[in-house]
C-alpha cells in the first residue's frame, strides 16, 4: 500500500507566537494520527519558484491515513491555533507503491 504525506512548504511566518503554539498542538495529534516527522525546517534550496522557507515533511503509512490525522479534532485545534500565523502550500501526496 503507498504511503501518504503531508508536505508543507511555509511561504511566510507572520507570526512566530502562532507558529510555536501549532506545533506544540500539531506535533503530537501527527503522532497520534501515525505521522512521522521526516523533514522540519532545516536547510533549503529554492528553484524555479520555489521559496526558501521553512518545510515540512511528515510521513504516514497510507494516504487515508494522512487525510484522516488532517481531518481529526486534534489537528483541527492546531491549525485554528495557527490561524493567520502564516503562509503555506499545505498538500497531501500519495507515494509510490
Known amino acids: 500500500m503507498p504511503k ?3 508536505v508543507s512548504a ?3 511566518i ?3 507566537e502562532k507558529l510555536a503554539a501549532y506545533n ?3 506535533g503530537p495529534a501527527v ?3 501515525g505521522g512521522r516527522v ?3 525546517g532545516g536547510r533549503v534550496v529554492a ?3 520555489g521559496t526558501a522557507e521553512r518545510t515540512v515533511l511528515i510521513e504516514f503509512d497510507s494516504f487515508e491515513q494522512a487525510v484522516a490525522a488532517h481531518e481529526s479534532a486534534a489537528y483541527q485545534e492546531a491549525l485554528a491555533t495557527l490561524s493567520d500565523g502564516v503562509e503555506r502550500d499545505f498538500r497531501i501526496v ?3 507503491g
Open 4 to 6: 501518504g504525506y503531508w
Open 10 to 12: 511555509y511561504r511566510t
Open 14 to 16: 507572520s507570526d512566530p
Open 24 to 26: 506544540k498542538l500539531a
Open 31 to 33: 503522532k497520534a494520527g
Open 38 to 40: 521526516l523533514v522540519r
Open 47 to 49: 528553484h524555479d519558484a
Open 94 to 96: 500519495e507515494g509510490i
